[in-house]
């Protein structure tokens, strides 16, 4: 029976490494040998490397003092190996558990075997696949090897080492290039192996723990171009070599380089050596390529910087109308870069979001009234799903993604959203961007969210691009403040006021304007009002965006027991599409959902419901009764995001699991009040210290002074 060497360099994935190791000791193909190699790693990688070589004797560990890079990693694995068969996998990816057997088993006399690979957002995804397996056999090796990764091959130790096949150590990104140039050169055909599945991880933190091919794209380039010329250099003689690399470079080309030169200042800074490279690729084969592509070839090699510059500006400009045709948005993204950007700045015009355009409210609505009420000389457009809302003021209200929206949001100075604008929108120099945000936070954000758990694995990325563009972002309380720092890498200003949108909590909380409120909702004046306001939940939901809710608080029971002296209003996050049924209840539930401002709800209530939603730090602004009914902590808390704070000590109410004791709590709320006095105090002094009705003003007068 073969033995085969599974090499695994380790650096800093200590989040997915339980994962991969627990795949490959599961491995139906029992003779094998793993040689861990610890690249240097600075995290919990080396407990979880003992934790498992511990339990299994075919573990081999090395440890690096520093980091070394793949290259090295790879070449001492291979240098250890005793197997006849080497295989290398990544630390954050991980294996079916018959991978390596049905590789073994259908190698025969070949010196390699591929599997497939197939690219994963989370574990999850690892589960929905096809299992009918093939042997595929591949005559076209540059294409198969285009990919340039040595992952999920298994390979002949003997054939490794007669050939010399080494990784190259010199460069982070393509340090396989060397081993695989060589292979494609000795081989004439090989095969796959269909449904014999390697899953490659695809991560979503490249700004905090990029993988190698997540580095920045320059980095990227310049690892590509030396590692190709050396190796142009080194083949000079070997047509199948060479014919492999040239079209690997006009891929790269393609792919990466023109991407690269969308911006002028990267041409400049790297069209010398492109331009280099470029000159060792056979002349016979560009001339293939599309009359683009050949004319900036000519460019670069005539050293006509100038005229490739405008001809890349072409390309791009085809490019994008190539891809705008057909889709009204990306015809108004065009325009807004083209053209809107590049028409003068108005230096009074703000732009108003909130909630992604569904609703008049949040702190973007508290300091558009106070601008208002103190006539300030400023243009005002809100951004609206529909238009025509009854809000205060003359505003100019645009439908989000029209062509109006791009123009103002092109043109004006400044723009207010209590969350994230699209990525496509550049900022224009001079533009100032106040985020307001939309809550303390209880659930873990952004950076301090576990990698595994987030779904899309842009995210990070995307949220990373998106927040560079504020200028100023709003904080309620210290806490927030340290939390926002961390959490969403900002390093700008941050308003340190209270929230806007809780003003109205001092400023209004008195019978008249309450029961004005009340009249205006047709909520009767003779009863109490409890507010249930729960969030959202990550795994529950339609398509990205549309949220289910599983309505857990039993209405009926409540209207039962406790409709004689209260009424309930009901609250759905803005993520939840689900409508919440309440026929029958007529009298008893109300469905606000869709009403525009929660802080109004707030005045009007008497006792508030929530979970794991942060309106219960704004709530707290009133110090009225809080209950939390959370029927699914463990899960929430320990799977799907993670807390700041301890739930089950620091929030000012009691954790609550069924109907019962809702009501239970709601019928002794005197009691409750009492229990949690002590609390309530503390938590009113750390998370509301700074609201006094005044937070619209000061965060005025810092921005838009006269
Ligand atoms: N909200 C609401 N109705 C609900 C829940 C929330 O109107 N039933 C509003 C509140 O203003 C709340 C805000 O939406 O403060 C944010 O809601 P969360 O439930 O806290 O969830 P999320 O949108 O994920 O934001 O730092 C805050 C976090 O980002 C949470």
């Keep these: 029976m073969k033995k085969v060497s599974i090499i695994i360099p380790i650096y800093n994935t200590s989040e997915f490494l339980s994962d991969c190791l627990d795949s490959v000791v599961n491995q139906t193909y029992k003779n094998i040998e793993i040689l861990l190699i610890n690249d240097g790693s600075t995290d919990q990688s080396q407990e979880i490397m003992k934790e498992f070589s511990d339990k299994d004797e075919r573990i081999h560990s090395i440890h690096l003092s520093e980091n070394k890079g793949v290259g090295y990693s790879r070449n001492l694995g291979i240098k250890n190996a005793t197997g006849d068969y080497v295989y290398f996998l990544d630390s954050d990816d991980f294996l079916s558990?018959?991978?390596?057997?049905?590789?073994?088993?259908?190698?025969?006399?070949?010196?390699?075997?591929?599997?497939?690979?197939?690219?994963?957002?989370?574990?999850?995804?690892?589960?929905?696949?096809?299992?009918?397996?093939?042997?595929?056999?591949?005559?076209?090796?540059?294409?198969?090897?285009?990919?340039?990764?040595?992952?999920?091959?298994?390979?002949?130790?003997?054939?490794?080492?007669?050939?010399?096949?080494?990784?190259?150590?010199?460069?982070?990104?393509?340090?396989?290039?060397?081993?695989?140039?060589?292979?494609?050169q000795r081989m004439e055909s090989t095969s796959y192996v269909r449904s014999c599945y390697y899953f490659k991880r695809l991560r979503n933190d490249p700004i905090s723990n990029p993988a190698i091919m997540q580095r920045e794209n320059e980095k990227i380039l310049m690892d590509f171009l030396s590692i190709f010329n050396d190796l142009k250099e080194e083949y000079k003689n070997n047509d199948r070599a060479i014919t492999y690399l040239d079209e690997l470079f006009l891929n790269f080309y393609r792919k990466n380089i023109v991407m690269l030169f969308s911006k002028r200042d990267i041409i400049n800074n790297y069209f010398n050596e492109?331009?280099?490279?470029?000159?060792?690729?056979?002349?016979?084969?560009?001339?293939?390529?599309?009359?683009?592509?050949?004319?900036?070839?000519?460019?670069?090699?005539?050293?006509?910087?100038?005229?490739?510059?405008?001809?890349?500006?072409?390309?791009?400009?085809?490019?994008?109308?190539?891809?705008?045709?057909?889709?009204?948005?990306?015809?108004?993204?065009?325009?807004?870069?083209?053209?809107?950007?590049?028409?003068?700045?108005?230096?009074?015009?703000?732009?108003?979001?909130?909630?992604?355009?569904?609703?008049?409210?949040?702190?973007?609505?508290?300091?558009?009234?106070?601008?208002?009420?103190?006539?300030?000389?400023?243009?005002?457009?809100?951004?609206?799903?529909?238009?025509?809302?009854?809000?205060?003021?003359?505003?100019?209200?645009?439908?989000?993604?029209?062509?109006?929206?791009?123009?103002?949001?092109?043109?004006?100075?400044?723009?207010?959203?209590?969350?994230?604008?699209?990525?496509?929108?550049?900022?224009?120099?001079?533009?100032?961007?106040?985020?307001?945000?939309?809550?303390?936070p209880l659930k873990k954000l952004v950076f301090d969210m576990n990698d595994i758990y987030s779904a899309n694995p842009n995210y990070k990325k995307h949220f990373y691009q998106q927040s560079r563009r504020w200028d100023y972002l709003i904080s309620p309380n210290q806490y927030s403040s340290e939390i926002f720092r961390r959490a969403f890498k900002f390093e700008k200003t941050m308003l340190e006021f209270g929230y806007p949108r809780n003003d109205i909590l001092y400023q209004k909380n008195n019978e008249a304007y309450i029961r004005s409120l009340k009249g205006k909702l047709n909520i009767p004046l003779d009863k109490k009002v409890i507010l249930y306001a729960p969030t959202w939940r990550d795994d529950e939901f339609y398509e990205p965006g549309k949220y289910k809710f599983n309505l857990k608080l039993d209405l009926q029971k409540l209207k039962e027991q406790l409709g004689n002296e209260y009424v309930v209003a009901l609250r759905m996050h803005y993520f939840i599409a689900d409508d919440i049924e309440t026929s029958g209840l007529e009298g008893f539930a109300y469905n606000f959902s869709k009403y525009d401002d929660i802080a109004e709800l707030y005045l009007i209530s008497d006792i508030l419901i929530t979970d794991y939603s942060s309106v219960f730090f704004d709530y707290a602004n009133l110090k009225r009764p809080i209950l939390f009914f959370t029927y699914d902590l463990e899960k929430y808390r320990d799977t799907l995001r993670g807390f700041y704070i301890n739930i089950e000590n620091e929030v000012p109410g009691p954790l609550l699991r069924t109907s019962d004791e809702v009501i239970d709590a709601i019928a002794n709320i005197d009691k409750v009040n009492d229990q949690y006095r002590e609390i309530y105090d503390q938590f009113y002094l750390r998370f509301c210290d700074w609201d006094n009705g005044e937070a619209s003003k000061k965060v005025v007068e810092k921005i838009f002074h006269e």
């Excluded at 558990?97 to 995804?125: F, P």
């Excluded at 009359?291 to 390309?315: A, C, I």
Aim: hydrophobic residues 35%; contains cysteine; glycine residues 4%.
């Design 97 to 184: 558990l018959d991978a390596i057997q049905l590789l073994v088993e259908n190698i025969g006399d070949n010196n390699m075997i591929s599997g497939q690979q197939r690219k994963i957002k989370t574990k999850e995804d690892s589960k929905n696949i096809e299992l009918e397996i093939e042997l595929v056999e591949i005559t076209n090796l540059n294409r198969h090897f285009r990919n340039c990764s040595i992952l999920h091959r298994l390979i002949s130790t003997e054939f490794v080492n007669k050939n010399h096949l080494r990784f190259s150590e010199k460069v982070e990104c393509y340090s396989e290039l060397p081993f695989i140039t060589q292979m494609v």
């Design 274 to 440: 492109v331009a280099i490279s470029a000159e060792k690729v056979d002349q016979s084969k560009w001339k293939r390529l599309n009359m683009v592509v050949r004319n900036e070839f000519k460019f670069l090699l005539k050293r006509k910087q100038d005229q490739f510059s405008k001809l890349m500006s072409f390309h791009h400009f085809a490019r994008n109308i190539k891809r705008a045709i057909g889709s009204k948005r990306k015809i108004y993204i065009q325009l807004y870069r083209t053209l809107f950007m590049k028409l003068p700045l108005k230096e009074r015009t703000i732009v108003f979001e909130s909630f992604l355009g569904k609703n008049y409210s949040d702190s973007p609505k508290y300091i558009y009234e106070y601008m208002l009420q103190n006539n300030m000389n400023y243009k005002y457009v809100w951004i609206f799903n529909k238009k025509g809302r009854d809000i205060q003021g003359n505003a100019k209200q645009v439908k989000r993604f029209s062509l109006s929206y791009y123009y103002y949001l092109a043109t004006s100075k400044y723009w207010v959203s209590n969350s994230r604008l699209p990525l496509h929108l550049n900022k224009r120099p001079g533009n100032i961007y106040l985020q307001t945000w939309h809550g303390t």
